[in-house]
């Protein structure tokens, strides 16, 4: 049915059943056009808008003002807006005493669209109605949109749903009055009975808006960056999971004023009867606001966030105090609960504090302190809770080498490393210095002592040009020669090194390569250019560097250094540790030794072996084989990878060195009787990394 030629209201359609009406565009049941009649006593049901708007009824025109009455429109259908009747572009429509039923829009406005128009839409039913899909859309009820002026009163607008607005929607620069309507049993995500968005407003006066609910916020009213009046309504048993009531949020500034608002739940936040939020400032007086409840949080009444207010009449700000202000005088609370049902302090009325912010002390420190510094990001000390902190260690020194961050619980290997503050904490970061001590002695003072090959000398500097090449930058790396390696001078200079350089996490390596040898009542000794340095007499000096010390000895006899005088085979770890432990148990004339905590040894030989020091054919150089093979295995001179390595972690240990150097001089040198020693059996403590 269409109106389009300008029919006045002596035009009339009464008493028709207009039914599965379908039109592609708008208006599946009756098109209005720029025209006035008067419809009423009707069915228009089962209607479709294919395409756009106006299921049952199409409004459109600044000349249409047609009188909608008595009519039952039910179960139609628009793909838009408007699922039973749409107002479009100035029209001025009297929508009174229909019912308004089932009736669906995938968009907006499942009984009734007003796009640019200001009708006047009073007492009817409006209910059960559905816009939106999968929780989208506007106005289930009524939507009103794009610069619309309705008055809307005395209507039942009940059972209705969709996204925002159960009830009513007010959106894009509209302004609706809203009167005498029961607007009860909405469901939407938020606004269950009302929504007012941005840049609109409403007068919202002596209303019954109750049992409305939502997902979200605003059971019975939700006013979002919204200048309204809520004037003289009952606001009751409506349900939110924030403000059960009424929700203010996001800049809004409403006055609420005489108001019931009672029996209305916040189910999982704050503000069972009202919740303000985001910047906003409401004027609220004489209302009565009683047995409200915040399930989960605070203010069964009020909940008024640390960036909103509350205003008196006159317009001054309430005081922040969790108590309904007693200056104020004229809103009256009872039996207002939060937290589950309690009646304490903030039932009524809560004002959200400022909380002081948590913070945290983060303080650190090197150790030794004058090794290197720490730099932080964010800069600071004191830091909020839940930020996070890098820590940088850098050395003073190139030599100054990172080794762990010490938390005072745990040991942490990351530089940088970063950290969350969830509490003070203390961060040391951890220096070490590598330092390299090498004897070689070819000529001795006793000239039946040489050897003929030099091969201790050029030893000692092909090891000490082996750790010029390690990772880390040695702090100190020298060698003793010949007639400089006297036993005082050696004692002296591992005693000095040892008091001036070391702290507790340096590493100090040690080599030797010379004559030496043990006997049952010595015990082991190396040959000094001048005299034998015993067991006691080198531990003794060795202790006095404060960390980790590798001892690697290339002399006949060494293994007596660690109480080994058989050849070793491969066998269990622990046996083998303690049978060198019970060997230094036992009752002999020598006390001190290297089976120390401390101390990573390798020995070339047992104690009752010698370790062979040659020339290979062509060539000017000699060297023992148990260095020949430690330097091969860390791939001396070429520097690059570490045939050591059999875990592939690059970085040789010093079980892996001794299985390197056994393998080698058993498979090359079948013949010689030379067994390698170690302590601890199974090390894997680094001696060569690149």
Not at 257 to 276: F, P, R, S, Y
Not at 384 to 403: C, E, R
Request: glycine share 12%; proline share 3%; charged share 15%.
């Amino acid at each position: 049915m269409t109106f389009q030629s300008g029919e006045t209201n002596k035009a009339v359609l009464s008493g028709f059943t207009i039914q599965n009406g379908v039109a592609s565009d708008w208006g599946g049941g009756i098109i209005i056009t720029n025209s006035s009649p008067i419809v009423e006593n009707n069915v228009v049901r089962w209607n479709e808008a294919v395409n756009y708007h106006g299921g049952g009824v199409f409004i459109h025109g600044v000349n249409s003002s047609p009188k909608i009455r008595n009519n039952t429109i039910i179960e139609n259908k628009a793909q838009t807006s408007g699922g039973g009747i749409d107002l479009d572009d100035n029209s001025t429509a009297t929508i009174t005493k229909n019912i308004i039923k089932n009736n669906t829009a995938l968009q907006m406005g499942g009984g009734i669209c007003v796009v640019h128009s200001k009708p006047k839409i009073d007492n009817n039913q409006i209910i059960y109605n559905h816009s939106g899909i999968n929780g989208e859309g506007g106005g289930g009820g009524i939507n009103i949109c794009h610069y619309s002026f309705p008055t809307i009163t005395n209507n039942t607008i009940s059972n209705n749903t969709t996204g925002d607005g159960g009830g009513i929607i007010v959106v894009d620069n509209s302004n609706a009055t809203i009167t005498g309507n029961t607007i009860t049993y909405n469901t939407a995500s938020r606004g269950g009975g009302i929504i007012i968005h941005p840049l609109c407003s409403a007068s919202i006066e002596k209303n019954t808006i109750t049992n409305n609910t939502v997902v979200w916020d605003g059971g019975g009213i939700c006013l979002c960056t919204a200048s309204s009046t809520i004037q003289g309504n009952t606001i009751g048993n409506n349900e939110a999971a924030l403000g059960g009531g009424i929700v203010i949020r996001d800049e809004s500034n409403p006055i609420i004023t005489g108001n019931t608002i009672n029996n209305n739940t916040a189910k999982e936040g704050e503000g069972g009867g009202i919740w303000l939020f985001g910047k906003s400032s409401a004027t609220i007086f004489s209302n009565n606001i009683t047995n409200n409840k915040a399930l989960a949080n605070f203010g069964g009444g009020i909940f008024v966030s640390i960036d909103s207010s509350v205003k008196y009449s006159n317009g001054t700000l309430w005081p922040r105090n969790n108590v309904p202000p007693a200056t104020e005088g004229t809103n009256t609370y009872s039996n207002n609960t939060h937290e589950g049902g309690q009646r304490t302090l903030g039932a009524d009325v809560f004002f959200l504090s400022e909380e002081p912010v948590v913070q945290y002390t983060l303080t650190t420190s090197v150790s030794p302190s004058d090794r290197g510094y720490i730099t932080l990001n964010p800069d600071g000390g004191t830091y909020d809770a839940g930020t996070q902190v890098t820590l940088t260690a850098k050395g003073n020194n190139s030599y100054d080498i990172f080794a762990y961050w010490d938390t005072g619980t745990e040991y942490l290997y990351e530089n940088p490393v970063s950290i969350t503050m969830d509490g003070d904490k203390t961060m040391t970061a951890v220096f070490r210095h590598y330092q390299f001590l090498g004897v070689g002695i070819s000529d001795y003072q006793n000239d039946d002592l040489d050897f003929l090959n030099l091969g201790p000398t050029y030893s000692v500097q092909s090891m000490q040009d082996l750790y010029n090449h390690y990772k880390y930058e040695f702090n100190s790396n020298y060698i003793i020669e010949n007639s400089d390696a006297t036993k005082s001078y050696i004692l002296d200079k591992i005693k000095q090194d040892g008091m001036m350089y070391t702290e507790p996490e340096d590493i100090t390596f040690f080599y030797f390569a010379g004559h030496g040898g043990y006997n049952i009542n010595d015990g082991p000794w190396i040959d000094a250019y001048d005299y034998s340095i015993k067991m006691d007499d080198l531990v003794n000096s060795l202790n006095y560097h404060q960390g980790t010390v590798v001892v690697l000895l290339d002399s006949c006899g060494s293994g007596g250094f660690i109480g080994k005088g058989g050849q070793t085979d491969e066998f269990n770890s622990s046996v083998y540790n303690q049978e060198v432990i019970n060997a230094f148990n036992r009752k002999t004339i020598y006390r001190s030794n290297l089976v120390q905590p401390k101390y990573q040894v390798l020995t070339a030989c047992t104690s009752a072996q010698d370790a062979l020091f040659y020339s290979p054919i062509g060539s000017d150089e000699a060297w023992g084989v148990f260095t020949a093979y430690y330097r091969a295995g860390c791939d001396y001179p070429n520097y690059i990878s570490l045939p050591a390595d059999s875990n592939a972690d690059s970085a040789v240990s010093l079980h892996e060195a001794f299985l390197y150097i056994n393998d080698n001089t058993h498979n090359s040198l079948p013949s010689l009787d030379q067994d390698v020693q170690i302590y601890p059996y199974g090390s894997d403590f680094p001696v060569m990394e690149y």
